[in-house]
């Protein structure tokens, strides 16, 4: 499914938190949003999942206005965000038969996807504890079974790998390759860790609201003359804030 953001500038009273954004997503892989704090990640996702209203610009999901057609939208949209959102007292299960219901799937249609899901995320032997045993990791893989359990094309995380240790951190982040690859899902994978991101991974890279940057992150470590992609980000953002000043 392919996403276009256009021209999208939003603000918080005064505090102008996104300027004139415009990039494409590519359909079937791992697109990078990155950007230091403040840079208006957050206010993105909360844009493209519809918690926030647009206010300028259109979001285009397969061409389709997410502002004329708000219900395609969001049947297409699965979101994890930055803070959990599971009732560390109901079991795995539970949170995700919960969900279902939210979404209107009776008990008969959501108990095969419940199946699937709890699968693919390599969780069917947990299914029956409570989100508190379990560890960070784990969790945000309760999360992304439940954000996939509606069958969207296109799934959103929200800094999924912050508060994670380094190696649930790499866990979770080749995980959701695999489910790009096995899905053709599209993914936006916002983060500040650079690390997280493979050298033909798509990147968008804001800071303070704007778009500095967008491309392979390979194409845009070459372009800068830099030696990786931390390096390159710095030298984008600092002639971002040049052109500002
Ligand atoms: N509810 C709000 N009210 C006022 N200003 C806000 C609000 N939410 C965010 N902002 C401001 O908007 C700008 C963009 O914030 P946003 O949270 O989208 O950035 P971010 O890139 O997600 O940052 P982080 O990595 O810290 O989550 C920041 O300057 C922030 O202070």
Redesign the pocket.
Known sequence: MSIQVADVSFT??A?R??EQVSFTLRTGCLNALL????????????LLSRLYRLQQGDILLDGQSIRRHPRHALRQLGVVF?QSTLDLDLTVRQNLAYHAALHGLSRRAAAPRIEAELARQHLLERQHEKVRQLNGGHRRRVEIARALLHQPRILLL??ASVGLDTASRAALNQHVRALCAEQQLTVIW?T?LLDEIHDTDPVVM?S??RLVASGEAAELVRQQQAADLTQAFARLSANALEATA
């Open positions: 918080y009273g505090h938190a996104l950007g230091p704090n403040g840079a208006g990640k957050s206010t993105l996702v909360a930055q929200d800094e916002t500040h804001l303070r609201g």
